[in-house]
T-cell receptor, first 110, second 113 residues
């Protein structure tokens, strides 16, 4: 069974204080690992897809990396508008199903 | 280009009532799916469709029905609502299984009393 574990559950940072969110996964044949951002009362918003170990992708202050067992979402010099819940999901080669983690709730304090 | 549109945004049902959650997308996406989101459990797949006329079960399909008569629409039907179906429901769509990311709707918050 595919599994995704995200840590920490919640993270509070001062504005400008860089940190990383972790996503550990087990899947039989990884097709892709996805990162989403979710604001309160809204649907998840797509950020990145990573396909193979060693791959990295960047968007503004966010950088996602992938190994064979985990992915990191690095946030550099965050701003209050980066406050959100960040979700990680994996998709196996064998089907279309996404398996989501429970997310990391990130709060950036001005 | 509206993306993925879900209606209604909020709904309260009594136990045993039935209803349909609507989902429509205008991006010509082949793949559509329904998820429910509950505190501490993450998003769980209910049903999905890889094209018009084709549907399949996800992780938690019991108590829900779907059909896909057009590319644009993918309604989710609750047959006989139960308090355990109180949740936030999201519809998502994508090209070709999500390689370019899934687009989610804004959700329907359902309460069953």
């Amino acid at each position: 069974e595919d599994q995704v574990t995200q840590s920490p559950e919640a993270l509070r940072l001062q504005e400008g204080e860089s940190s990383s969110l972790n996503c550990s996964y087990t899947v039989s044949g990884l097709r892709g690992l996805f990162w989403y951002r979710q604001d309160p009362g809204k649907g998840p918003e797509f950020l990145f897809t990573l396909y193979s170990a060693g791959e990295e992708k960047e968007k503004e202050r966010l950088k996602a990396t992938l190994t064979k067992k985990e992915s990191f979402l690095h946030i550099t010099a965050p701003k209050p508008e980066d406050s959100a819940t960040y979700l990680c999901a994996v998709q196996a080669e064998r089907n279309e199903k996404l398996t989501f983690g429970t997310g990391t709730r990130l709060t950036i304090i001005p | 280009n509206a993306g993925v549109t879900q209606t209604p945004k909020f709904q309260v049902l009594k136990t045993g009532q039935s209803m349909t959650l609507q989902c429509a997308q205008d991006m010509n996406h082949e793949y559509m799916s329904w998820y429910r989101q509950d505190p501490g459990m993450g998003l769980r797949l209910i049903h999905y469709s890889v094209g018009a006329g084709i549907t399949d079960q996800g992780e938690v399909p019991n108590g829900y029905n779907v059909s896909r008569s057009t590319t644009e629409d993918f309604p989710l039907r609750l047959l006989s609502a139960a308090p355990s179906q109180t949740s936030v429901y999201f519809c998502a769509s994508s090209y070709s299984g999500g390689f370019y990311g899934y687009t989610f709707g804004s959700g329907t918050r359902l309460t069953v009393v």
